[in-house]
Every structure is written in C-alpha cells, then in structure tokens.
C-alpha cells in the first residue's frame, strides 16, 4: 500500500515556465512533509519541507503548498531552469517515528 | 567534504557471499538513517540507529540483514549470504536530531550488484 504517491512518472516544462510537481498521500497521521532532489548517481538532495500546521513554505525559487482537507501537497518552481532537471521525490513523516516514506518520483525535464 | 559519507560506492558480489556497507554522517550528526532503492522505485526505510543503538527496524527483513552504529566509527549495514534481489541502491541519511524540522541529509549511496 503505497502511503504516497506520485502520479506523474515525468514532467517537460520550457525554460522560465513555472514547473508543478504533485504528491498525494493517505495517511492522515503525516505531519510532516518534505521534496528531495535526485540527480543519477547521487543521493537525493533535502530542498523544502513543510509542517502540517503551515499551508505554505517558500524558500526562494521553490514553494511547496499543502491542502490537508485533500491530502495533497505541490512543489512550485519559478522560474525553471535547466539545471532544475532531475527526479523530484516527496517524503512524509509521522510523530516520533522519523523514518520518511516516500513517493515513487517525478523526473522533471526542463527544456532550453 | 562535511557530507554524508557512504562506501564503497560500488559494490559486486556473488550470490551466497557477504556485502557490508559503510557510512559515516555528517558531523554533529548522532541519528542515522538506511534506505533501499529499487529501480523506478523511490527509496524505502530499513533502519534507524542512534549511536550504540537500533531504534527502528521495522523495514529490515528478518533475516541475512543487520545494522551497526558503533561507538566510533561508521555506521554498518550487513547482508549475508546476498541474493540476485538484494542488487539495488542503498542510502545512508544522518540529521543532527530526530525532530521534524531536522530533514535527513543523504549519502550519493552504495550500488549493490549481485551476480
């Protein structure tokens, strides 16, 4: 049972347009959520997170919403830029239990 | 480089031969973190240890695996007796506490290849 989810395996998205990436997830007790950059042959790269209690965190270029009523969060990124290509992956965690659960990926391609 | 460190980075056995691997979090950090990734898969939780340790092993199969966090030195994590379906990507992640608003910091992994 995939706790979260990211349905769209891949996203193409024109240099200077914004890119929006999404997650779902189904367990109500997540409180905290996270976006990892990953380039091949690399470890995934800690970008922004958000805590349940906030809908909104920005942090330059990057903003992630979450819509708890939906159990949905977004990764905004303005604008893209070719160096922005890599898979993106959404993390959740829960309480005392620290472990991240993770979406399966979104490989964002961002054309010149 | 004050990163998370994971060796080696690539690793090749043969079925039925051990497979250990190394890694040392960043400094300052106590919480260490294992992850298996499959191919077209995002990563999945094996074990949490803090120094001396294991605090969470619930995504650690029961047998031929097992994890360290020594007193000093690396954090291990062990497969005994490897199987073909052990070959996957394996990543280490420290944080400095194991509190929300302290996000795991990975390693570039360990590529496990079992002939």
């Known amino acids: 049972d995939q706790q979260v989810k990211q349905n769209s395996p891949s996203l193409s998205v024109q240099e200077g347009r914004i890119s929006i990436l999404n997650c779902d997830y189904t367990n109500s007790m997540f409180d905290y959520f996270l976006w990892y950059k990953k380039y091949p042959a690399e470890g995934p790269t800690f970008l922004i997170s958000?805590?349940?209690?906030?809908d909104k965190n920005e942090d330059g270029r990057f903003t992630v919403f979450l819509n708890k009523s939906a159990k949905h969060l977004s990764l905004h990124i303005v604008p893209s830029q070719p160096g922005d290509s890599a898979v993106y992956f959404c993390a959740a965690s829960s309480g005392s239990a620290r472990q991240l659960t993770f979406g399966s990926g979104t490989q964002l391609t961002v054309l010149p | 480089n004050a990163g998370v460190m994971q060796n080696p980075r690539h690793l090749v056995r043969r079925r039925g031969q051990e497979a250990r691997l190394r890694c040392s979090p960043m400094?300052?950090?106590?919480?260490v973190y294992w992850y298996r990734q499959l191919p077209e898969e995002g990563l999945k939780f094996m074990v949490y240890?803090?120094?001396?340790?294991?605090?969470?092993e619930s995504g650690m199969p029961k047998e031929r695996f097992s994890a360290e966090f020594p007193k000093e030195g690396p954090s291990i994590l062990r497969i005994q007796q490897v199987v073909r379906g052990d070959s996957a990507a394996y990543f280490c992640?420290?944080?400095?506490?194991?509190?929300?608003?302290?996000?795991?910091?990975f390693g570039d992994g360990t590529r496990l290849s079992i002939l």
């Open positions: 958000i805590s349940s209690i906030k």
């Open positions: 240890l803090q120094k001396e340790n294991i605090i969470d």
């Open positions: 992640a420290s944080s400095r506490e194991a509190i929300s608003n302290q996000p795991q910091h």
């Open positions: 400094k300052g950090h106590s919480h």
